[in-house]
């Protein structure tokens, strides 16, 4: 995950960005959008940029205006990735933020959804989310899962999936490439017995960061980022009825 790629195109954060709100959620500052008296929420757990990306807000509103309660926690806690500080790159930053320490922190979260009367939960992780994601769907703390370009993410990883999950990669990806991808999908394949639905699709022509760091005034990029975001939509809503 050191790579460039994984870093490429950051954004410009922005903490009014989005149409919805701030609240404490689980122990955590959590960007919330879509109405509290839903009964499905979706739990985005971003990449190393965090909860405050324009491009995040932007997508967990597009989601919560099709019914679904949506939380963003800032799982960094006030530090997110800060790519042009030499004195800290990315290996360095992910010895204080490692997947692990989210998959600790999205626990509470999840309970506090719960206590809300929540009654369906899914999750999308975007590049190092996508590796908290999967730790919840192995421990079926969730009920569906997307996983959107990710990053540290293994076969082992995906052998233990309890949920039904969905992978978007992209073809150009040095962190996720398409070999490992088929990989997921022939695992996936091999679950009828455990009822999971996983379904893997990746996506030619793009790299990896394409469905949340993609440049707004590039009109092929926001097709096949808005392709994603369709598909993404599509999983939960599927797996909520």
Not at 18 to 28: D, F, N, P, R, T
Not at 49 to 71: H, M, Q, S, T
Not at 74 to 92: C, K, L, M, Q, Y
Not at 100 to 129: H, M, Q, R, T, Y
Request: charged residues 20%; hydrophobic residues 45%; aromatic residues 8%.
């Amino acid at each position: 995950m050191s790579g460039p790629q994984c870093c490429s195109n950051p954004p410009t954060l922005n903490p009014s960005s989005g149409a919805g709100h701030i609240e404490q959620l689980g122990g955590l500052t959590t960007y919330v959008s879509g109405s509290p008296d839903s009964k499905r929420a979706i739990l985005f757990i971003t990449d190393v940029y965090g909860f405050e990306a324009p491009l995040v807000r932007k997508l967990a509103d597009k989601v919560a205006a099709a019914g679904f309660f949506v939380v963003a926690p800032d799982f960094f806690h006030g530090d997110p990735f800060v790519p042009d500080d030499a004195n800290r790159t990315i290996s360095v930053w992910l010895q204080d933020h490692g997947p692990d320490k989210g998959f600790d922190d999205a626990k509470p979260v999840v309970e506090a959804l719960k206590n809300k009367g929540i009654s369906a939960i899914g999750a999308a992780g975007v590049c190092w989310g996508a590796k908290v994601v999967v730790e919840l769907a192995k421990v079926e703390l969730i009920q569906a899962a997307v996983l959107l370009h990710p990053s540290l993410v293994t076969v082992d990883d995906i052998k233990g999936v309890k949920a039904h999950i969905l992978i978007l990669g992209a073809e150009i990806d040095q962190i996720s490439p398409p070999e490992l991808l088929k990989q997921f999908e022939e695992i996936l394949s091999a679950k009828p017995e455990v009822r999971v639905d996983g379904f893997v699709k990746i996506f030619p022509k793009v790299s990896h960061g394409w469905t949340v760091r993609y440049n707004v005034e590039d009109a092929e990029a926001i097709k096949c980022a808005d392709e994603a975001h369709e598909d993404l939509l599509a999983w939960f809503t599927m797996l909520s009825n």
